[in-house]
């Protein structure tokens, strides 16, 4: 009985609030190393909030985007099915999940450009500071101008240099951008390693851009919200019970 409730709450969990991913590549360095478990808020796109620029969020592959990535199951039949059961529940990682995680640049109605003359990517216009860019890359060595429909989103990598993100899709439908509606949730906090423990908080030149729906002009900026389940759930005191387990380590991949 025990067991079996464990692996209720397991499941309610990981489909409604929060889910741990593993992240397997260095796409997004230095604020996320390989190896490192995120915990991701599935609860606030519950209630509409879409998510907003400077955001790291997990999203499912558009199409096209992991198809060199997967590695077929060299697992037997009875090995398959046990997998399959725990990565139900999130306390195994799935084969089949097509997961990615990136940073939200530009949302519905953004313009955004690369490059200024000092080489920055700019929102409507506006030069970003992006201190989050790994050591030694610039912001982007592709040059691009994209405007991102509504209902879709611009993401990139930290790691430029190394991100195969919105810029290298610009072909597909979208121009590089990913549906709203794939966005799995946001990662707001680094659970693991104790090393790397910290809340993943929206840059402020990021946050602080104005509002600009598709068509319409700036009407002021955007505050940045802590996600819902923080506050529904109190994530520290469950992070800390649940340390010695792996929840749902990934995949994430890039």
Known sequence: MIVLVALVIALVMKTFLLQVFVIPSGSMEQTLQIGDRVVVDKLTPWFGAEPERGEVVVFKDPGGWLENDHKPSTDGPVMRNVKSLFSAVGLLPSDD???LIKRVIG???DT???CDEHGRVS???TPLDEPYIATGNSPSRIT???TVPPGRLWVMGDHRDLSADSRYHMGNPGSGTIP???VVGRAFVIAWPLSHFGQLDVPDSLSSLPVR????AAIGPVPAEPPLVMGVLGVLP??????GTRGRDGPVAD
């Open 213 to 216: 729906a598709a068509g319409s």
């Open 144 to 146: 691009f101008k994209v």
């Open 112 to 114: 955004v450009e690369c």
């Open 97 to 99: 999940e097509r997961d």
């Open 238 to 243: 469950l992070l800390v019970r649940c340390r």
């Open 180 to 182: 709203v509606g794939n």
């Open 123 to 125: 929102v409507n216009g």
């Open 107 to 109: 949302v519905g109605g």
